[in-house]
């Protein structure tokens, strides 16, 4: 009797044990789940604290760019629309008078071109200015069929000195055996594609013969033609324009 007795209490004694083990164990896994669930939240709660302010303009932190936007490369814009100027690439940049051996359809003098400044080209500055004197024919032996003065150098279309050349070859005209008539007035005429302004006036009454001048940013010139009228003058002082000017 005492035997089975102690058997029983020994038995009772290991199951309590048992059970004690069994119920640390789960309190146990129960802590680590706990603690394991933590963790996440430890390490995914800084990830979204983690998230960038909205950067100072002023601040010098680099920003991250769109994945879309290489970096060092910006974003591609719409192609210009704007249409590319139809004017001649002679009317870019500051133009200079050039002493061209053709002017329009006529030939430089050789032999029998002026000699000195026949017309006054007002205020020149060396070397800011350059003054181009010379004759023209319908061959380079002539006879001359225009005298030609102009002055380069400008900065702004300069009328007054326009006017002052105009009124310089009137005077050389008339002190050359010629009569230009009194009252006339100088006439707008088409100035083609260098801009500015041309203008013409009758320089006789006799025969055909006219005075014109061209006024423009850079340059300023005066012409006499000897043989032709003020309306045919202006065509051909726009034609040798365009081999002067340049």
């Known amino acids: 009797m005492r035997t089975r007795t102690h058997t029983r209490t020994g038995t009772r004694t290991l199951f309590a044990a ?37 950067v100072d303009p002023g601040s010098t932190a680099a920003v991250t760019r769109p994945a879309d936007v290489p970096t060092g490369k910006a974003k591609p814009t719409a192609p210009s629309t704007s249409v590319p100027s139809a004017r001649p690439s002679t009317t870019d940049g500051p133009r200079k008078l050039r002493p061209s051996a053709r002017a329009g359809d006529l030939a430089r003098l050789l032999d029998g071109g002026p000699t000195d400044v026949p017309v006054d080209p007002g205020e020149v500055r060396h070397p800011v200015n350059n003054v181009l004197v010379a004759a023209y024919g319908a061959t380079g032996s002539g006879p001359r069929s225009v005298l030609f003065v102009g002055v380069d150098g400008m900065t702004e279309t300069d009328g007054k000195r326009l006017e002052h050349m105009i009124r310089g070859m009137v005077e050389y005209v008339n002190g050359s055996g010629g009569s230009v008539p009194d009252g006339v007035t100088m006439k707008d005429y ?45 065509v051909k002082f726009k034609a040798m324009r365009a081999d002067l000017e340049r």
């Open 18 to 54: 048992v059970t004690v083990s069994v119920l640390g164990a789960t309190a146990l896994t129960g802590c680590q789940a706990k603690d394991g669930k933590d963790d996440k939240a430890d390490r995914s709660g800084p990830a979204v604290a983690a998230t960038a302010p909205p």
């Open 190 to 234: 088409d100035a083609g594609p260098l801009g500015g302004t041309l203008e013409c006036m009758p320089a006789s009454v006799a025969q055909p013969a006219a005075i014109c001048g061209w006024a423009d940013r850079y340059t300023t010139a005066v012409a006499y033609f000897e043989q032709l009228s003020a309306d045919r003058a202006a």
